[in-house]
């Protein structure tokens, strides 16, 4: 486990200081993998080069299974160093050694003797899949496959913790999808919590668990990725859904946007919002997905002729946030005008968009009592 308290780092001093980390606090459990995402000079390699003792923090803690590694002297620091695997952007090979002779290196150093180093080698460079290029020299490996060399050499030590600096950056689509699985089999055989800073957002959603939002050396947002994805309100979960072109909706329609607030939707959620609201709904364009064996999606949806607050409530009944989508002045509108009618009907002022924002837990259903209350029309449905 890794655990980050209060790590603030302070580059400069006096009236020349800057503030690069500031009192950062997160976690990173065993077989958990944590990306840290942030734009460029938010701080993520200050970050990474304080987690891996290069550079000291200048106040917080870095703990890896409770050991405190930042009050460690010199000598401490180096051995600490080893229960710690990095692997860069920068594949960071000697060209002039093979896949194996690379992978050995950190063995070598520890004075490991040949045949123990021979095993270790073949076990690690199996475990990467490269079994077959242990005699290949790094410019005829190719950028996946160097990333994969350097995994290997990371693991060589037995690491507790995995980093990862941008190890994805600048790889092609497949190579990509390569490490990332490669990682999560590591977090899954080794039970090893991994620590992934990116800048690359759709790589965040393949691999990790959780993720934190860092922005001039301040987490401004985290939590775990099925949360995030469901919480219509979350920035990070917004930049999390990919981005996909949907369809225009038809005259007559006003368009939704409709996300999962939900582990219990059920997969027929068209059919029955259809169904309930006793009204054509056509699907211009949808993503739903798998994230850590949780379903979680979004669909642009367009309806007619019915009274918005009604399609609120019922797509909340389903595990559902349905909101006008902005740039349809027509729903925007209407859903402004029904959300004050409701306010005005439900008892204690209740808002029905206030309540459409509140995610709701899996399996979450509205007592109907309240919901006929402040929308009649659901009797008809119902
Ligand atoms: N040694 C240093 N001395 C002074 N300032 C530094 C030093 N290293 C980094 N900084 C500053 O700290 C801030 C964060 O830099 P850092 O490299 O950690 O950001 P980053 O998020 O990794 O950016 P990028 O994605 O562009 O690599 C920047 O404003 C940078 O100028």
Redesign the pocket.
Known sequence: MISIEQLTKV??HGAKA?V?LDRLDFRVDAAEIFAVV?P???????LAQCVNLLERPTSGSVLVNGENLSQLGERQLRAARRRIGTIFQSDGLYSRRTAAQNVALPLEYLGVTTAEAKRRVAELLDRVGLSDRAGHYPHQLSGGQRQRVGIARALALRPQVLLSDEATSGLDPESTASIVSLLKELRDDLDLSILFIT?EMDTVLQVADAVARLDHGHIVESGRIVDLLRDPASALGRALRPARPHATPQLGETHWFVSYTSGAVPADWVLRLASELDAPVSVLGASIETVAGQTVGHANIGVRAVEPALLVETARRLGLDARPVPEDPEAAALADRSAEESSRSSDGGRSTSADASAPAAAGDTTPEASISSTVPALERVA
């Open positions: 580059y400069g800057t690069v942030g460029s000079g938010a701080g993520k390699s200050t800048h």
